[in-house]
């Protein structure tokens, strides 16, 4: 009797359940987040995490059957990938199109190597008649803002005496004109009297390197500094390594009396670098061919041990050496003049443009052309260039000063020599050299210095046709709101586009169209929106061009 009540009891259980589960009411959807506890009660799976509560759902918006939270293994999480972090745009610097480091995707772009244009008026400082044997741009041209002219040091010779490594001075107020003073250095030599150091007066010059006007070193006696190469006292003239020397003024130099870097005995170029504002000496290294070591000073003392930074590689013809690397910083990077020497096939020396972003890791731009070129046919630069490390900005101009010869590098044994070397400055190093060397008077003109002019930020431009290109930045951070550009698109037009940091295109954020050439065009935005960059968040920007050139953009 009780076994039966029991399976009736069981029975009518079992009906009342189906009849709730057939109900025509609708359940209530049971989340995940459901399983929480709630006023303190215990959950009934105390072994499982509490998961997220889902967002509601938009009740006018259909929902997917895909459920909203996913279980994640505990033991494998997943780790989300590193973003590469936005780059700050900072105000006032220009960026240029030396490189990819800023650039995420071009799209039917060009890119264009620009040379600089030689002056018509070409060379604008000669040697003085039957009183310098050369006139060399080993050395330094600058514009001084203190006594607003313009100051050019060179290596020379004295024509009849023993002075056959000669550093001389000249100033100009236009950089085209130039006159060489009579100064009080040296007593005793015939007007232009423009010699400021002199082997062997001074004591163990050699090559100059550069000058510069430090306007950082407290000490007045010290504003202007300049690397040269240390040789030893005729006849020998050995070279034991490069050293220095400082001045008040320019002309009247104190040098450092003994060798700084020993390891370096060739030519080279000094600067300050303003990245790491340390001094920093590019000179050569010779190996098993000629190659660029960096050296570094805090104090213009002490210097690093120099570490080897730049060479030729696959991609240049058999027998180049690279001769030496002038660089300078512009655009928040390091720029190189790079003089490549075509040793065993034409000995010319030209010059390449190369980049980098560190002052150690150099890349040559468009490898293979020309950025300072020698001269053709009847041309005064015909064979030998040489260059002064840093471009002086006049307007909206760079100014690169250089020298050229019309003999080519020594070792050549062709046909096309040039003209007469001057045998007694060649012959100096090496124990050649007499004690009663003195360099003769040259009736021709063998070695000037000229003038070649580039745009501002004018070293490579990205263009495309009036089929279209796009150019898009990398993740940045805008410094300011004001956006610039260095463009020619007179004849075209150049709009910019502000993506988000994924690259999707932000609401209203589309500039006017730019439709004019000049070196500093600003970027308007429609009225109502403003400038998108004001937030100063992590954006991109995408260029897109039409019939137009693209040199640089900026904030501001």
Known sequence: MSHCLQ?????????????????????????PAAATPRNGQRAPFANTPALPRPSRPSPRRPTTSTPAVRLVSVDKPVTPQPATPPVPLTAGVHQLFLDDALISDRNNITSNLHAPRKFSANPVSMPEPSLEVDALLYGTVLFDEVAECFKMWYFTGRAGTQMAWTLAYATSNDGIHWKKPDLDVIAGLRSPANTVMTHPLTENFGEPFSVIIDRHDP????????????????????????????????????????????????????FYDPLRRKYAVYGRLWAHRRQVQLAYSDDFKSWTKPQLVAD?????????????????????????????????????????????????????????????????????????????????????????????????????GGNDRGTEEAQSLRARVGGTAKATDKPAAFAGM???????????????????????????????????????????????RI????????????????????????????????????SPLAAKRPIQLRFTLHNARLYSYWVQ
């Open 446 to 492: 063998r070695s000037a210095i000229g003038l070649a002019k580039l745009r501002l930020d004018g070293y490579v431009s990205l263009s495309a046709s009036y089929d279209g290109g796009t150019v898009t930045t990398v993740p940045v951070i805008p410094g300011a709101s004001s956006l610039h550009l260095n463009a020619a698109a007179r004849w075209g």
């Open 7 to 31: 399976t009736t009891l069981l029975i009518t259980l079992l009906v009342q359940l189906a009849s709730g589960c057939g109900s025509d009411r609708t359940p209530r959807e049971l989340h």
């Open 495 to 530: 709009t910019v586009e502000v993506l988000d940091q994924q690259g999707q295109p932000i609401p209203g954020a589309r500039s006017l169209p730019v439709e004019s050439d000049g070196t500093d065009l600003t970027v308007r935005w429609p009225a109502p929106a403003g």
């Open 312 to 412: 030729i590689n696959d991609q240049d013809p058999p027998g180049t050496q690279l001769y030496s690397l002038a660089v300078h910083v512009d655009g928040g990077q390091y720029i190189g003049l790079a003089q490549l020497y075509t040793r065993g096939t034409t000995h010319l020396l030209e010059f390449e443009l190369a980049a980098s972003r560190d002052g150690r890791t150099w890349k040559r731009v468009h490898q293979g052309e020309n950025f300072l070129p020698c001269g053709g046919h009847g041309e005064w630069d015909r064979f030998n260039n040489s260059i002064s490390g840093n471009p002086v900005r006049v307007g909206d101009e760079l100014w690169f000063y250089y020298g050229g010869r019309t003999y080519r590098h020594s070792g050549y």
């Open 219 to 270: 000490d007045p006696a010290r504003r202007y500094k300049m690397v040269y190469r240390y040789l030893t006292p005729l006849p020998g003239m050995k070279a034991l390594g490069t050293t220095t020397a400082t001045s008040a003024d320019g002309i009247h130099w104190q040098p450092y009396g003994r060798v700084q870097m020993p390891a370096i005995l060739d030519i080279g170029h000094f």
